[in-house]
């Protein structure tokens, strides 16, 4: 299953990389009415794969520091999805040290893998997949004094077994609106249609803000956003990111709120526990080429 895993995620990427990202949606005279007559939205970032444990140039460090001091708006507030027991990210001390630092700001920690490798819970045999969520889960109370409550499946792909696994440890799916299609596979890291990308996506979840489909919290619309904190590339270019997604919400005609970013813990749980995936049967949208490969693969 890995080997089958990996090709994906690489092929991904390639079409990610190979220039044929379209225009995004026009927006028609009646979106931008029915647009009108919904709140505005706020970005939850979300960051994928880490804590890094490199000693050279840590890109979860620069990330962290970039959210907290930035123009757009210091102080944002990110979930962060971790791998707690791979040897390059939370399985280190370097790692376990990030993830404290992450809890001391503000940030979430949310449960990724707890395999030495980014391994897919449906590869996992179901005592692999429980020890694992075992595993994972103490991890993360060792540090924040308590079980995590978000889950993001590797790959985004989860089935009904390994998803009544994740209620049973009290760990709820959240999937993404937006992403950056910087996951770092097989040394590809650059992502030179960051801002095409975006901006596309984010034409395609203004429909469904237009059409009333997306929740709204605390009188905001969450949009969420995806990168991968492992990445050094993201890490150079956080702040450009950020100007990214304010400068794509202005081109696409959605309204952001007066903090277009989360900065408080509890707003942030509260919005990301609104986007979770309620069922395992339940329709869900992602963007790019991972709609296209698991909305044709039974879950």
């Known amino acids: 299953m890995k080997p089958l895993f990996t090709f994906l995620s690489v092929l991904a990427i390639a079409t990610s990389l190979c220039g044929c990202?379209?225009?995004?949606m026009a927006l028609t005279p009646q979106t931008a009415q029915q647009l009108q007559a919904q709140p505005p939205i706020r970005f939850l970032l979300t960051f994928d794969d880490g804590p890094s444990a490199s000693g050279f140039y840590n890109p979860t460090l620069s990330v962290l520091d970039d959210l907290a001091q930035n123009p757009v708006q210091p102080g944002i507030k990110a979930v962060f999805f971790v791998q707690t027991?791979?040897?390059?990210?939370?399985?280190?001390?370097?790692?376990?040290?990030i993830m404290r630092r992450e809890h001391d700001e503000g940030h979430i920690l949310g449960f990724h893998?707890?395999?030495p490798w980014h391994t897919n819970h449906r590869s996992l045999s179901a005592q692999e997949l429980e020890q694992s969520l075992t595993d994972g889960r103490a991890d993360i109370a060792a540090i924040t004094a308590a079980p995590p409550v978000l889950l993001r499946p590797p790959?985004?792909?989860?089935?009904?077994?390994?998803?009544?696994?994740?209620?049973r440890h009290g760990l709820h799916v959240l999937l993404t609106d937006l992403s950056a299609n910087d996951g770092k596979v097989?040394?590809?890291?650059?992502?030179?249609?960051?801002?095409?990308?975006?901006?596309?996506h984010l034409a395609?979840?203004?429909?469904r803000i237009a059409a009333g489909e997306q929740p709204v919290v605390d009188g905001v619309i969450p949009v969420v956003v995806t990168f991968h904190d492992l990445n050094r590339y993201t890490a150079r270019h956080m702040q450009e990111y950020l100007q990214i997604l304010m400068d794509s919400?202005?081109?696409?005609g959605v309204r952001t709120a007066d903090k277009p970013f989360y900065d408080d813990r509890s707003a942030l749980l509260r919005a990301a526990m609104a986007r979770t995936v309620r069922d395992s049967s339940q329709a869900v949208q992602l963007p790019g080429f991972w709609?296209?490969?698991w909305g044709g693969n039974a879950r």
């Open 113 to 115: 893998t707890a395999t």
């Open 204 to 207: 395609e979840v203004r429909e």
């Open 291 to 293: 709609n296209w490969w």
């Open 249 to 252: 919400a202005r081109e696409t």
């Open 155 to 167: 790959f985004w792909n989860y089935d009904k077994r390994t998803f009544a696994a994740y209620q």
């Open 21 to 24: 990202i379209g225009p995004p």
């Open 85 to 97: 027991r791979a040897p390059r990210a939370g399985g280190s001390e370097l790692g376990r040290k």
């Open 186 to 200: 097989w040394g590809i890291t650059a992502s030179p249609q960051r801002r095409a990308n975006l901006l596309k």
